[in-house]
């Protein structure tokens, strides 16, 4: 592609000529990586459907390609790999890791995918599926990530209702526990379980929340601006939820 040949070139000229840019390695860009995996997580949750934002989702997935593209042109110079060896590895691991697309095995869900992706990455690196899990990852990300991998021990629920059973459940034990230490326990159960409820749903947990939160900030917002030593608060946040739905 022409377009990607010209970015390359692009980046390192970035590289060679800007001030900024020069400076930067893998450490110094480490955080900039985080920030702007987070800012396409909140893009994305700002799509919506009757006036999707997929403009801002564009951009935010340039700048994390410029990230990708900085850290595989700063290996490079220091003679490891370029961004055409990270572009073949991916390529491999992606042929290796889809036999029933590009190879004879034959499977019929998305399920049976999963399954079969962390076999073949069991076989090719690790003694157990929940050795790459990083301990440096989101909680929430590092919870969806574990229980995904269960699934394939049969650690998992058969469907939804069950799923929201258990939460419910933890619900109950949370309200039952007397001592700070166990409600503190119980509270971690209850979160790991609507994590694993957002996966029945097919819905990203970081991404709901995000949601979420941003309604909330929207709201108190509209609070924040309308609301005086008078008034009834109830009253103005049901007025600020009917308001924005519009």
């Known amino acids: 592609m022409n377009e990607f040949d010209e970015l390359v070139g692009i980046v390192k000229k970035l590289r060679e000529e800007c001030p ?42 340039g700048d994390l390609l410029l990230q990708i593209l900085l850290h595989s042109k700063i290996a490079e110079e220091n003679n490891h790999f370029a961004i055409v060896d990270v572009i073949d590895s991916l390529k491999s691991k992606l042929i290796e890791r889809h036999p029933h697309v590009f190879g004879d095995v034959k499977l019929d869900s998305a399920e049976e995918v999963e399954k079969q992706w962390e076999t073949i990455k069991q076989k090719d690196n ?96 509209y609070v924040e601006k309308y609301i005086d030593k008078d008034s009834d608060i109830d009253k103005l946040w049901q007025e600020a939820k009917k308001t924005l739905e519009k």
Not at 26 to 34: C, D
Not at 36 to 56: H, M, P, R, T
Not at 151 to 180: F, G, H, I, P, R
Not at 187 to 203: K, Q, T, W
């Open 20 to 61: 900024w840019d020069m400076e930067q390695t893998h450490e110094s860009l480490s955080r900039h990586l985080i920030e702007e995996a987070y800012e396409l997580l909140d893009a994305l949750a700002s799509i919506q459907k009757e006036d999707s934002n997929y403009v801002q989702v564009k951009d935010e997935l």
């Open 126 to 221: 690790s003694q157990s599926i929940f050795d790459d899990i990083n301990s440096k990852l989101p909680s929430i990300t590092r919870a969806f990530k574990t229980q995904r991998k269960a699934k394939k021990l049969n650690l998992s629920y058969a469907d939804y209702e069950e799923a929201l059973s258990d939460l419910l459940s933890e619900v109950k034990e949370l309200e039952e526990a007397k001592k700070l230490e166990d409600r503190k326990s119980e509270i971690g159960d209850v979160l790991f379980s609507i994590i694993n409820v957002c996966r029945y749903l097919e819905a990203d947990p970081e991404i709901q929340l995000n949601k979420s939160t941003k309604r909330f900030i929207e709201r108190a917002q």
